[in-house]
């Protein structure tokens, strides 16, 4: 397994948190990535500041989206990206986060792509600014 590494980016808006909810169903749609519920029952998450909204973006590169990112065997690579929603009165909070594995381009196992990821990150953020 390759390092984990992780980015991510922070912004604020005056969106809803139902439009961003329906931007990000959208968006879920056009990168045809799987959502999930990210804390639900999380034993450990009950302190703090806690989002009004987190879910988990995920999907797989394909043999195209792999050649794309310069990975022999990558037509189960996947990719993926924590969105995290905070809801502060008159606006939200939205952080994205990036999660890749790095150093891997010749392995043959299936891999967390680092690369894919960051680019999904950039079009959530052109999509819910």
């Known amino acids: 397994m390759g390092k984990l590494r992780t980015e991510s ?64 065997n990558c037509a189960y690579d996947i990719w993926g990206v924590q969105i995290f929603v905070y809801d502060m009165g008159n606006e939200r909070g939205v952080e994205l986060v990036a999660r890749g594995e790095g150093g891997k381009r010749f392995s043959t196992a299936c891999t967390l792509s680092w690369g894919a990821s960051r680019v999904h990150i950039e079009k959530l953020l052109s999509m819910l600014r």
Do not use: W
């Open 9 to 72: 980016a922070e912004f604020k808006t005056s969106k809803s948190l139902q439009e961003i909810a329906d931007t990000l169903r959208r968006a879920s749609y056009e990168m045809k990535a799987e959502v999930e519920q990210i804390g639900n029952n999380d034993p450990l998450g009950g302190f703090g500041n806690q989002p009004d909204l987190a879910v988990a973006f995920c999907g797989r590169l394909g043999l195209i989206g792999g050649v794309k990112h310069f990975r022999l």
